[in-house]
């Protein structure tokens, strides 16, 4: 058991330890953070405007006085906690869909592929814009939203490798022993395709983070009041001629998250070396 | 050939339905009352005018048959008054759609003279540092989100460099767009490149003599530009969504900006148009590239 980890953690290669050391950092940055921290995210400290990183302030203030450490750290709670619902309502929708329209195939196949398609006819963040757009601009609706617009990439994956796996003779074996499809379906199929939705669900992350930030950089995210890292990019966009850190802070944030994400992805997917149909990188 | 193309086009219409249904529900689903959406938020309006704007857009007819009526207006190319400015959608749309248009072009153009030499490098020295490099670059072009890279391009070209005449000039926007496709097009053009490299022609063209250049211009670049091509669908999608971002980072009049504004606004008619234009033109130019894949290479035909 213990040679079998060692082994597909070599296999893993740089990508696998670098990516989950971020990933990590970030989670812990996002759970303890503000126990080390204790400075309010929205505090104004009028005698430290636009203070520059390194004084009081270790990365910083805002124009408002607000340090700019406890936002990043609120930031990635926002973030983070948004990328997971998205994740998870994805995860729900679509392995299901494609775990039984790979299994049934037939008009099954047949509706839930047409479904995604229409789904992917839209491009990008327009989907979730479309969604918002009817829905109200909350962090509740960017859920649904991004829920929505990345379920197809589940039932995709997760049908390609049901189509391969029901071919296998144990499958054959258990159907001529009288299994129900749901005790299949339950007990060998999904299983066998947990590497998959593994690796596709931690490439969803890096996409989720990368769509909330460019929607809360487009306002369309969290409530103007909540300190989430698009919005506050765009903040500072007004102050990039003098105060560049601003805006940098955290859009260093945004980028090395959504670059740990898809590291990790990349390892876990040649650690696991099971899928090459899992989608690599982000849009 | 024909067939083919048939058979592809039938299968757009089944995605062309969901789109629509998709854009029609939306209006629907807006809390209260669809007429209240088409009216500003404060506008006083009368019991009276409500019921025969109802009446004027069917909305008091059953929705399959309030779907046809809206489609066929779509289809004519009505798509509305918008509700902040008080012009005609189609009017809007037309007056951005050049705009982006143009900017897509630019940036496409950009990522293909920063994606082909770059990408034979890399092939052509696979494994070496500059490999290394290169594709670790790449992935990182594609984890960068686009209005983070236009920001970063603004800070050094335009703040500190001033390289950059006027904030309305196409380079930074053109520029920010093309690094994220010179990134998309990089990784595929090196995986194909390289494909292609250890093929048997390969080894046929270098033992007649030819020159490594010629080899490699004549015959792996133009085997591998054929794979490129299906990808280049997916670019189209990446501008199109891109298009919003960069387009509110410069503040570039295109239909991206007008989609963001008419959200913020609460312009649902302007809102509803510029998805569904952008949606069918992503659906049609995927269906060209497929066709054109068909025809560069005959055996997808028959797949």
Same mark, same amino acid.
């Given at each position: 058991?213990?040679?079998?980890?060692?082994?597909?953690?070599?296999?893993?290669?740089?990508?696998?330890?670098?990516?989950?050391?971020?990933?990590?950092? /970030?989670?812990?940055?996002?759970?303890?953070?503000?126990?080390?921290?204790?400075?309010?995210?929205?505090?104004?400290?009028?005698?430290?405007?636009?203070?520059?990183?390194?004084?009081?302030?270790?990365?910083?203030?805002?124009?408002?006085?607000? &340090?700019?450490?406890?936002?990043?750290?609120?930031?990635?709670?926002?973030?983070?906690?948004? &990328?997971?619902?998205?994740?998870?309502?994805?995860?729900? @929708?679509?392995?299901?869909?494609?775990?039984?329209?790979?299994?049934?195939?037939?008009?099954?196949?047949?509706?839930? /592929?047409?479904?995604?398609?229409?789904?992917?006819?839209?491009?990008?963040?327009?989907?979730?814009?479309?969604?918002?757009?009817?829905?109200?601009?909350? &962090?509740?609706?960017?859920?649904?939203?991004?829920?929505?617009?990345?379920?197809?990439?589940?039932?995709?994956?997760?049908?390609?490798?049901?189509?391969?796996?029901?071919?296998?003779?144990?499958?054959?074996?258990? /159907?001529?022993?009288?299994?129900?499809?749901?005790?299949?379906?339950?007990?060998?199929?999904?299983?066998?395709?947990?590497?998959?939705?593994?690796?596709?669900?931690?490439?969803?992350?890096?996409?989720?983070?990368?769509?909330?930030?460019?929607?809360?950089?487009?306002?369309?995210?969290?409530?103007?009041?909540?300190?989430?890292?698009?919005? /506050?990019?765009?903040?500072?966009?007004?102050?990039?001629?003098?105060?560049?850190? @601003?805006?940098?802070?955290?859009?260093?944030?945004?980028?090395?998250?959504?670059?740990?994400?898809?590291?990790?992805?990349?390892?876990? &997917?040649?650690?696991?070396?099971?899928?090459?149909?899992?989608?690599?990188?982000?849009? | 050939?024909?067939?083919?193309?048939?058979?592809?086009?039938?299968?757009?219409?089944?995605?062309?339905?969901?789109?629509? =249904?998709?854009?029609?529900?939306?209006?629907?689903?807006?809390?209260?009352?669809?007429?209240?959406?088409?009216? #500003?938020?404060?506008?006083?309006?009368?019991?009276?005018?409500?019921?025969?704007?109802?009446?004027?857009?069917?909305?008091?007819?059953?929705?399959?048959?309030?779907?046809?009526? %809206?489609? !066929?207006?779509?289809?004519?190319?009505?798509?509305?008054?918008? =509700?902040?400015?008080?012009?005609?959608?189609?009017?809007?749309?037309?007056?951005? %759609?050049?705009?982006?248009?143009?900017?897509?072009?630019?940036?496409? *153009?950009?990522?293909?003279?920063?994606?082909? #030499?770059?990408?034979?490098?890399?092939?052509?020295?696979?494994?070496?540092?500059?490999?290394?490099? *290169?594709?670790?670059?790449?992935?990182?072009?594609?984890?960068?989100?686009?209005?983070?890279?236009?920001?970063?391009?603004?800070?050094?070209?335009?703040?500190?460099?001033? %390289? +950059?005449?006027?904030?309305?000039?196409?380079?930074?926007?053109?520029?920010?767009?093309?690094?994220? =496709?010179?990134?998309?097009?990089?990784?595929?053009?090196?995986?194909?490149?390289?494909?292609?490299?250890?093929?048997?022609?390969?080894?046929?063209?270098?033992?007649?003599?030819?020159? !490594?250049?010629?080899?490699?211009?004549?015959?792996?670049?133009?085997?591998?530009? +054929?794979?490129?091509?299906?990808?280049?669908?997916?670019?189209?999608?990446?501008?199109?969504?891109?298009?919003?971002?960069? !387009?509110?980072?410069?503040?570039?009049?295109?239909?991206?900006?007008?989609?963001?504004?008419?959200?913020?606004?609460?312009?649902? #008619?302007?809102?509803?148009?510029?998805?569904?234009?952008?949606?069918?033109?992503? +659906?049609?130019?995927?269906?060209?590239?497929?066709?054109?894949?068909?025809?560069?290479?005959?055996?997808?035909?028959?797949?």
């Amino acid at each position: 058991m213990l040679t079998t980890i060692g082994t597909r953690y070599r296999r893993g290669g740089p990508a696998l330890s670098v990516g989950a050391a971020i990933v990590l950092i /970030m989670a812990l940055l996002a759970l303890f953070g503000p126990l080390v921290v204790r400075q309010d995210p929205q505090h104004e400290d009028f005698h430290y405007l636009l203070s520059p990183p390194g004084g009081p302030y270790l990365l910083g203030t805002d124009d408002l006085g607000r &340090s700019i450490l406890a936002r990043v750290i609120y930031g990635a709670r926002v973030s983070l906690a948004i &990328s997971g619902l998205s994740t998870a309502a994805a995860v729900l @929708v679509g392995a299901p869909v494609g775990l039984v329209a790979g299994y049934q195939q037939g008009w099954i196949d047949a509706v839930a /592929m047409r479904l995604t398609d229409g789904v992917l006819a839209f491009p990008g963040v327009l989907l979730a814009l479309l969604l918002i757009a009817t829905l109200g601009a909350s &962090s509740s609706s960017v859920v649904v939203a991004l829920g929505i617009s990345f379920a197809p990439l589940f039932a995709r994956t997760i049908r390609a490798s049901t189509l391969v796996e029901r071919e296998k003779e144990y499958i054959t074996a258990a /159907m001529a022993s009288g299994g129900s499809v749901a005790h299949i379906l339950r007990r060998h199929i999904a299983p066998n395709v947990a590497d998959t939705l593994l690796v596709q669900a931690t490439l969803c992350l890096g996409l989720c983070v990368l769509s909330e930030a460019t929607l809360s950089y487009l306002g369309l995210s969290a409530a103007p009041e909540v300190p989430s890292w698009g919005r /506050m990019v765009f903040e500072g966009q007004r102050l990039l001629e003098l105060t560049p850190f @601003v805006s940098l802070m955290p859009l260093l944030a945004i980028s090395v998250t959504i670059l740990g994400f898809n590291l990790l992805g990349n390892g876990l &997917s040649d650690a696991l070396n099971s899928n090459r149909q899992a989608w690599r990188g982000t849009r | 050939m024909a067939r083919f193309v048939m058979y592809r086009s039938l299968q757009t219409v089944p995605v062309l339905f969901f789109v629509s =249904i998709a854009v029609f529900a939306s209006l629907h689903l807006v809390p209260g009352d669809p007429v209240n959406a088409l009216f #500003p938020p404060n506008a006083s309006v009368t019991a009276d005018a409500k019921i025969a704007l109802r009446k004027q857009l069917g909305l008091d007819r059953p929705l399959p048959a309030q779907y046809l009526m %809206w489609l !066929e207006r779509v289809l004519e190319g009505d798509f509305g008054t918008s =509700i902040t400015s008080q012009r005609p959608v189609g009017w809007l749309v037309q007056a951005a %759609w050049p705009r982006t248009g143009e900017l897509a072009v630019t940036s496409l *153009g950009v990522g293909a003279l920063v994606a082909v #030499p770059v990408g034979v490098l890399l092939a052509t020295r696979q494994g070496t540092v500059w490999d290394v490099l *290169g594709s670790a670059t790449a992935l990182l072009g594609i984890s960068f989100p686009t209005f983070a890279l236009g920001i970063l391009l603004m800070l050094v070209f335009a703040i500190r460099l001033h %390289w +950059v005449p006027s904030l309305d000039s196409i380079v930074l926007p053109a520029l920010t767009q093309g690094v994220g =496709i010179a990134a998309i097009l990089i990784r595929t053009l090196r995986a194909d490149l390289i494909h292609q490299l250890h093929a048997e022609y390969i080894r046929t063209a270098h033992a007649k003599g030819l020159a !490594e250049r010629v080899v490699l211009v004549r015959h792996v670049l133009r085997n591998a530009l +054929v794979g490129t091509v299906t990808v280049s669908g997916w670019i189209f999608g990446y501008q199109l969504g891109g298009a919003v971002v960069v !387009e509110r980072v410069f503040a570039w009049p295109g239909i991206g900006l007008l989609t963001v504004n008419a959200i913020y606004n609460r312009d649902y #008619p302007v809102v509803l148009a510029t998805i569904l234009v952008f949606a069918v033109t992503y +659906v049609f130019v995927n269906l060209v590239v497929d066709v054109a894949y068909g025809v560069l290479d005959p055996r997808v035909r028959y797949a």
